[in-house]
């Protein structure tokens, strides 16, 4: 009869260990209770763990080696699927842009893991990945005071990198934290330190500097492994209750460099020019001052020339040097003037008059241009007749002077 049909009493078949009564109300072949396997269970492993099992005194012994030997190898198969499960919970990856710092039991580990595949023993040594090409960027707003007690407002942003990852991984509690609050007085001692006007103005690239500079040191000193890269003044302005006296004064002040730009623009155009002109003054002078010289030295050198001729012969040369002096004062007037000899009344022919033009039939005015050999030949023909006309027959000489233009 099977162990679960109606009518047996458990005499011992039951295969969970139990009788008749260890069912509750189920006369039906239902399923053991629950609690009762448990407790079972509970016996079986205290048996092997601690020696024989309390609760069970009639037990054959061939019964009991039986289920020692499966308690023991269960017991093998546990161990072994919980060091394949340890011994997978120890592999990881390190991405290119990590690295990682390697704590063995709390004490760091000199080498750096490096990116790849990596296996460390699991709850023996803890590993701490770090990025260190990623820019983080920090940002910072806050009042502050300059050197010349004014109050300023700036807006800073940081850009640092992890240099150093064991020294971010363990050397400091909270890293940025610490670059917070370096930052936060590299701001104050360089602004605290530094005019207002050249904080708003001119003076931002050098105030980025000197902060950057100065917050790096704190860094190295706290050794927190954070590189700053960059340091940005992102917005300077004075408080809102003056900033359109300010903007104001900005203002005024890119006029005056606006006026000044112009200025240097004027004079690099006037003072080329000026003195462009100046050495053409020099150089005309200094042409002037040869010609006058060499004029000068040819009048001597022709007085002395004539000189001499005038001891060798005063009276030729007085009455040359008339001629000529005649000559050049008649040569400059267009008049003609003809002497008659015998009489103290000269001929005025007007040839200036005749040369300035005359006006043909069609009412167009043409030039008579008149040369000397003409000029000398009117002036013969002029003397031919006067002479003709004299009662004394004396014979009129004639004097002409070419004539240069008219008037």
Not at 151 to 170: E, L, R, W
Request: hydrophobic share 40%; charged share 20%; aromatic share 4%.
């Amino acid at each position: 009869m099977a162990w679960n049909e109606p009518g047996n009493k458990g005499n011992g078949n039951d295969p969970w260990g139990g009788n008749g009564g260890g069912r509750r109300g189920n006369d039906q072949g239902g399923p053991p209770d629950l609690d009762e396997v448990i407790r079972k269970l509970s016996k079986t492993l205290n048996g092997l763990l601690g020696g024989k099992s309390g609760g069970s005194s009639g037990g054959s012994g061939s019964g009991g080696s039986v289920s020692s030997g499966a308690s023991i190898g269960l017991l093998g198969g546990l161990v072994v699927l919980a060091a394949v499960v340890w011994a997978a919970l120890g592999f990881y990856t390190i991405d290119e842009a990590e690295r990682g710092v390697v704590l063995r039991f709390g004490e760091i580990q000199e080498e750096v893991v490096l990116p790849g595949l990596r296996w460390n023993p699991p709850l023996i040594d803890q590993v701490e990945k770090v990025n260190i090409s990623r820019v983080n960027t920090r940002s910072y707003s806050s009042d502050m005071l300059t050197t010349d007690e004014n109050i300023v407002t700036v807006a800073i942003s940081v850009q640092f990198v992890v240099a150093d990852p064991m020294a971010y991984a363990v050397m400091v509690r909270d890293p940025q934290l610490g670059l917070d609050q370096a930052v936060e007085s590299a701001v104050r001692h360089v602004v605290g330190s530094t005019t207002m006007d050249r904080v708003l103005t001119q003076g931002r690239a050098d105030v980025a500097a000197e902060v950057r500079n100065r917050a790096q040191s704190y860094m190295e000193v706290y050794r927190t492994g954070i590189m700053i890269t960059q340091v940005n003044v992102e917005n300077a302005q004075p408080p809102i209750a003056v900033q359109a006296a300010f903007d104001d004064v900005i203002r005024a002040r890119e006029d005056e460099q606006r006026a000044q730009n112009q200025a240097l623009a004027y004079a690099n155009r006037v003072i080329p020019e000026a003195r462009g002109e100046a050495q053409r003054i020099i150089e005309q002078a200094n042409a002037y001052r040869d010609q006058v010289i060499a004029r000068a030295e040819g009048e001597a050198s022709r007085f002395e020339q004539l000189l001499t001729e005038y001891q060798r012969a005063p009276a030729v040369t007085r009455e040359r040097l008339y001629i000529d002096a005649i000559q050049e004062v008649l040569s400059n007037t267009s008049k003609v003037l003809v002497d008659v000899e015998g009489g103290n009344n000269m001929m005025f022919l007007p040839l200036d008059r005749m040369m300035q033009g005359v006006t043909d039939a069609t009412g167009a005015t043409s030039r008579l241009q008149l040369n000397s050999q003409q000029i000398r030949d009117l002036a013969d023909q002029v003397n031919r007749e006067l002479s003709s006309q004299s009662t004394t027959g004396d014979r009129a000489r004639v004097q002409t002077v070419p004539a240069r233009g008219p008037r």
